[in-house]
């Protein structure tokens, strides 16, 4: 087989590619991942972001990435590593703060300066959650079942999944309904009497989502993002050692040594098709590579209606395409830091647990409401709502000098296209500004401290990573885009209707985060169709 010639094209060198092209290439196929950028790792990747500092350059904390995956990739082999953030914490504005911990008597003491209710509401809560979570994870290692049409394996999984609904009690199937269709404000306001616990619960639903507290279906999110684990525990997170980008390193260096092809700086432009059968693609550059399968780990509007083209799909499957929606509102910014953040809502110098934490910056339940409807007006909030962690107290290899540090900061909402025909390019510094005088209420010494900053605008990551809007779960994780309908029922078994056009990326089921499943279940479809 010539240098042009493979029998799988993966379109997007990301996490989900990499892992379909281990798992195609261990099937002894010939797979070549083509990546338009210098480096392969799509959003998961470690970069030096300023001399002497690095950083996860966007996705920047792991828990959603199965253990089965992990074990077929031998990913720890190749350098994987996590590190548990085993604590969150809550700093005040008025000089309150909630720092919750591994230790559970702790908890009920930090809980109880806010309620004497609210810590046990909040455990039953979790295990709420953690049943709903359990029965969703269990599903995302296989196909959702078709809508229409579908064979034995979908009607066995629909009956599967149908009696698991019905094992749980009266309660549990009443909560599950309440989290795949009802609003948040509504789950919120039953379980909880505090505004900080109601705060907390609110800034759950924000990281993935781009929806107002009181949007029917919102709670999706907070689902999606209660499945994951590390080492075991369910609904933990953590870093990885060396950055996000030493989990998609690994990943690359286990598809080749199975034999997959790894190219960068091949910026796909084409995907080529005949009599509605994949031929290959083009690049940029005007090469041409031949495969009768290609595997897209591009979003489902990059890949449907720029590489391949409206006019080789129905015209019903192209308009549902062109109105699926897509935009996360969010901003990434990485801080170089010659010292330690000093918080102004507890006292002491040196690291602390709340440094070994998820630090969420949120007012109250509002603020949330607030900074959604600032957004959808297009304007940046001054005072957005911030998830921040410091790897570097857990990761000494992302910082050269001891006692520098590395902050990583993701806010929200922020619009992707801005009021008044304003421009992010012409805007992000202003906009920065305010962002680092807001963080400074709380990081009294920030400004003393601040080395440099990068910062990705929404416009900055889809320009750099090519996700469409800026979308970092490649579309929202509403009822109507999950499941047997993402990213749409045609293409919710990874298969599209172009003979030969596979998805593989966070666009198709279970949807975004670095889990590596939609590539895993997308390479077992084409498997599964080969042998046919």
Not at 325 to 342: C, H, I, T
Request: proline share 5%; aromatic share 6%.
């Amino acid at each position: 087989m010539a240098d042009s010639e493979f029998d799988v094209i993966i379109l997007g060198g990301g996490h989900n590619g990499l892992t379909a092209a281990n798992y195609l290439a261990k099937a002894g196929l010939r797979v070549c991942v083509l990546e338009r950028r210098t480096t392969v790792g799509g959003a998961a990747v470690t970069e030096e972001f300023y001399p002497g500092y690095r950083n996860s350059l966007a996705s920047y904390v792991v828990s959603l990435l199965r253990e089965e995956i992990i074990d077929d990739l031998e990913l720890r082999s190749y350098g994987y590593e996590t590190i548990s953030l085993p604590n969150s914490f809550y700093p005040g504005l008025d000089g309150s703060h909630l720092l919750l911990t591994e230790n559970e008597n702790h908890n009920k003491e930090q809980i109880g300066k806010f309620s004497s209710t609210d810590h046990d509401a909040l455990k039953e809560f979790e295990n709420i959650v953690d049943q709903v979570g359990g029965i969703i994870s269990k599903y995302w290692m296989n196909p959702p079942p078709k809508l229409s049409g579908g064979g034995l394996s979908d009607i066995i999984n629909a009956i599967k999944l149908g009696n698991d609904v019905y094992k749980l009690d009266a309660d549990a199937r009443h909560r599950l309904i309440q989290f795949l269709v009802g609003a948040p404000e509504t789950i919120i306001e039953r379980w909880f009497e505090s505004e900080k616990i109601k705060a907390v619960i609110a800034a759950h639903c924000m990281p993935g989502n781009y929806a107002s507290l009181e949007q029917p279906g919102a709670s999706l999110a907070m689902l999606h993002h209660a499945v994951g684990e590390i080492d075991g525990k369910q609904g933990s997170w953590g870093i990885v050692r060396g950055g996000m980008g030493k989990i998609t390193q690994a990943m690359a260096a286990s598809a080749i040594a199975k034999g997959a092809e790894i190219r960068t700086d091949s910026e796909v432009e084409k995907i080529l098709v005949k009599d509605n059968k994949v031929q290959g693609v083009r690049l940029k550059q005007g090469t041409v590579l031949l495969a009768k399968i290609v595997a897209a780990n591009t979003d489902p509007k990059r890949t449907f209606l720029t590489l391949l083209g409206k006019k080789y799909l129905p015209d019903n499957f192209a308009k549902d395409i062109s109105a699926y929606r897509m935009e996360s509102a969010s901003l990434r910014m990485n801080l170089a830091l010659k010292g330690l953040p000093e918080f102004a809502c507890i006292d002491g110098q040196g690291v602390g647990e709340h440094h070994r934490s998820t630090i969420t910056f949120i007012e109250n339940k509002q603020h949330l409401e607030t900074v959604f409807r600032s957004a959808r007006a297009g304007i940046p909030s001054d005072r957005p709502i911030i998830e921040a962690i410091i790897p570097s107290v857990l990761d000494d290899t992302l910082i050269d000098k001891p006692g520098t540090h590395v902050m990583s900061l993701l806010c929200k909402y922020m619009p992707f296209d801005l009021a008044d025909g304003r421009h992010w390019d012409a805007e992000k510094e202003a906009v920065v500004a305010k962002i680092l005088d807001y963080l400074a209420l709380y990081v009294p010494n920030l400004h003393d401290i601040l080395h440099s900053w990068q910062c990705l605008t929404p416009l900055d990551i889809e320009r750099i990573f090519g996700m469409t809007r800026g979308d970092i779960l490649h579309g929202r994780l509403e009822p109507d885009q999950m499941l047997s309908m993402r990213p749409h029922p045609e293409a919710a078994q990874y298969a599209t209707p172009v003979d030969g056009l596979y998805l593989c990326g966070s666009g198709a089921h279970p949807g975004g985060g670095v889990s590596g499943v939609p590539g895993r279940n997308a390479a077992n479809r084409i498997l599964n169709d080969l042998r046919k």
